[in-house]
């Protein structure tokens, strides 16, 4: 079921979003060469404390999880898609790191996720992270009252498939609110004019991977956590929690 939330809500869930953004800003600050993945998690965590907020993230356990997530931010670098577990990995010159986060609030929920490269940059790592960026986008261009979840959905991959990229079939962006992950699913690939309409107060957390090597398999990490690559190819991720009203779709988490 998809519960609408009154502006008084979308208001507080913007609160939680924002300290999603501070969080993502100094991960990202933080990370640099020689820097592990458990100091960027502690600095994420940082953030949480000054807030007053907590992680949706830590402890969560779904159904395919073999043990509960053991930290406030996921750390997914170079092949890894998604889903990295922070570990004592120091980050080297020209690594590729996505950085996934979420906050609860006052009982509202915030996430979101945002691709960057560390030191030297490969000119094929900016361009497959511009279009994770730019596939975030035209998906929240197209989350306006009235339109369905395909049209974002046919936004997003639309843009990836014209750039070439995989995309992690079967994961996507979701509803968000009182948890972290709620009803609709929000596909990154799909046919517009299907699909559940959208209507003023529905808030969603959208979400486009790409696999720059074109392909769409992965496979899970030892650890049971982490998604990676078929192909060993590297991957991007950029997510907002973007809320719909008449007036136009509204970033809650806009950094």
């Given amino acids: 079921m998809v519960e609408l939330k009154t502006d008084a809500s979308i208001d507080a869930m913007y609160e939680a979003g924002q300290v999603v953004a501070r969080a993502l800003t100094a991960a990202q600050k933080a990370a640099d060469v020689g820097v592990s993945l458990l100091e960027l998690d502690e600095v994420a965590h940082d953030v949480l404390r000054e807030a007053g907020a907590t992680s949706p993230f830590l402890g969560y356990r779904p159904s395919f999880a073999p043990t509960p997530f053991p930290a406030v931010l996921c750390v997914s670098v170079n092949d890894a898609i998604v889903h990295g577990v922070p570990d004592r990995y120091r980050l080297r010159d020209g690594d590729l790191v996505s950085i996934d ?10 996430d979101s996720a ?26 929240t261009e197209a989350a306006v009252v009235g339109n369905r979840i395909g049209d974002i959905a046919h936004a997003i991959g639309t843009v990836c498939r014209a750039a070439g990229y995989g995309i ?16 609709p699913s929000v596909p990154n690939e799909g046919r517009p004019g299907r699909g559940m ?33 078929d192909d060993g190819s590297r991957a991007a991720h950029a997510e907002h929690t973007v809320a719909i009203a008449e007036s136009g779709p509204r970033i809650l988490t806009a950094r």
């Avoid at 986060?101 to 915030?110: R, S």
């Avoid at 945002?114 to 035209?138: K, M, N, Q, W, Y």
Wanted: charged share 20%; net charge negative; no cysteine.
């Fill in 101 to 110: 986060f979420g906050a609860e609030l006052g009982g509202w929920v915030g």
């Fill in 114 to 139: 945002l691709s960057f490269v560390v030191g030297t940059p490969r000119r094929a790592d900016l361009r497959l992270i511009e279009t994770a960026e730019r596939a975030l986008a035209v998906g």
């Fill in 168 to 183: 992690p079939d079967g994961f996507g962006g979701h509803g968000i609110g009182r948890r972290m992950h709620e009803d």
């Fill in 197 to 229: 309409r959208l209507r003023h107060g529905m808030v969603l957390a959208i979400e486009p991977m790409v696999i720059a090597g074109g392909t769409d398999g992965f496979h899970a990490a030892l650890d049971g956590w982490t998604l990676k690559t």
